[in-house]
């Protein structure tokens, strides 16, 4: 009796599945014992098992290689673990950041639309993709300074750095911590102003019992793996609002009009009966562009992946503020040399590092601290660019600018005193899932020790 071809192939897709998981039980057993001063202690890293590897298989085996049906779920269960009306996945944070500048310079918004020239308000110290999109865009950003402990932005300095020209205000909630978003939401509702959440290091963070990203009128994440979740690449932009999901969509896919699911033909079953443009009456709406866009897109086996973590995303986030919560109570009495990092009043953070400063006059210096650790095989990151305004690329901006007789490429309100001092003599270490108690008390007794020596 011969065995019908599909279930033959459900029995090998089952028992290759069933490997898989066994592979993956091996793996979780064989992780070697930490050795203080010999095992690396990684700033972050991918956390995953068998759910993973699974999904990942199952895709494969599919032989979907650009969206499909893992993609689709992954936006919908975004969508509904963030609380917002559309959740749209690309192939890193930073695409989700350019396309959420490029979603509101798009037809679609009308007056609104932000034009060539029009600024946006952000800060220097952060990741440099926050603010790329607004100079590729031909949009200026303006840089304001940060204050310290919470590292975000200093809405003090909001109305100042407000002009006839600003239009909307993109930051980020930095390693985790919500910018003042009670403030920053009256300011943009006083000027009608567009509201972009960079919250590629807060997934999970929450102010006043709200989700971060869920906020601005659009948000972007980021899966690279040393963030709260992983597809290896990718990344998502968050809205509630439907013209800037078409927008997103759109710019997202080439640029196209048509709205139909890859491998899906006329979803609006007028494929051959639209007249758009000087386009003829029935030109294949497949292949018709309401705007210049991009291909963004990740691939079903990513998504397949994302599935999984995000089943994980609220235990990475209680293993997060736990460790923030040790490396705080351990370290909280060398404040007279560190200035220890504070929540935002009314948040919650989903922490994404720890962050420290070397106070003014203290015996150590940021450098000799980050050589101490480093050398004990304990990973650091600076505040990622610093400050923007002093990195090359941007120096050379403006030595353009200069050379071509145009204006700067940005504006600088004040004197990004903070930002300087971030730049100076600020660091963190991790608090990813994947750190042990033995790695976080060797950490702490670590930084101790490159303090305490210095005196």
């Known amino acids: 009796m011969s065995i019908d071809p599909k279930e033959r192939e459900r029995q090998l897709t089952a028992e290759i599945l069933e490997r898989v998981r066994e592979l993956a039980r091996l793996r979780e057993g064989a992780e070697p014992a930490f050795v203080p001063g010999k095992s690396p202690v990684r700033y972050a890293g991918r956390v995953y098992g068998a759910p993973e590897l699974t999904n990942l298989v199952e895709s494969g085996l599919e032989f979907w290689l650009t969206a499909g049906r893992w993609h689709r779920r992954l936006e919908e269960r975004l969508a509904e673990w963030y609380g ?3 959740a749209r996945l690309v192939n890193s944070g930073s695409s989700a950041n350019l396309l959420a500048v490029a979603a ?3 037809h679609l918004l009308g007056e609104r639309r932000l034009r060539a020239g029009d600024e946006i308000i952000t800060v220097a110290a952060g990741f440099p993709t926050t603010v790329a999109p607004a100079l590729q865009l031909g949009l200026v950003p303006v840089f304001v300074d940060v ?3 919470g590292y975000n932005l200093d809405v003090s ?12 205000v993109m930051v980020a909630h930095t390693l985790g911590n919500p910018f003042d978003l009670a403030a920053v939401k009256a300011f943009c509702e006083r000027h009608r102003l567009w509201l972009v959440e960079d919250n590629c290091d807060a997934a999970g963070s929450l102010y006043h019992g709200r989700k971060t990203g869920t906020f601005g009128d659009l948000a972007t994440l980021s899966f690279y793996p040393p963030h709260h979740m992983t597809m290896g690449e990718g990344g998502a932009v968050l809205t509630s609002d439907d013209t800037l999901k078409r927008a997103v969509e759109s710019l997202r896919d080439w640029g196209r009009d048509c709205w139909c699911n890859p491998g899906v033909d006329n979803t609006c079953r007028r494929r051959f009966e639209w007249q758009l443009g000087e386009l003829p009456r029935g030109y294949d709406h497949k292949y018709v562009y309401g705007h210049l866009g991009f291909n963004l897109k990740v691939t079903d086996m990513q998504a397949a992946v994302g599935l999984a973590q995000l089943e994980r995303l609220a235990g990475f986030v209680e293993a997060r503020r736990r460790n923030w919560a040790f490396y705080r109570e351990a370290l909280g009495d060398l404040s007279d040399a560190l200035v220890l990092p504070e929540p935002t009043p009314g948040s919650e953070p989903s922490w994404f590092g720890f962050m420290m400063t070397v106070r003014e006059g203290a015996a150590v210096t940021r450098d000799a601290l980050v050589r101490h650790l480093e050398g004990r095989k304990i990973q650091t990151r600076m505040l990622f660019a610093g400050n923007l305004v002093r990195q090359p690329a941007l120096t050379q901006l403006v030595q353009d600018a200069r050379d071509e007789g145009r204006p700067p490429p940005f504006r600088v309100v004040g004197e990004l005193v903070n930002t300087d001092a971030i730049m100076n003599r600020s660091l963190w270490v991790g608090v990813y899932p994947g750190l042990t108690e ?9 930084i101790r020790d490159g303090v305490r020596g210095a005196r």
């Open 438 to 446: 033995a790695m976080r008390a060797y950490v702490a007794e670590s």
């Open 104 to 106: 509101l310079r798009s």
């Open 147 to 149: 204050s310290l402990p």
């Open 84 to 86: 917002v009306e559309h």
């Open 157 to 168: 300095q909001l109305e100042a750095a407000r002009s006839p020209r600003t239009r909307a």
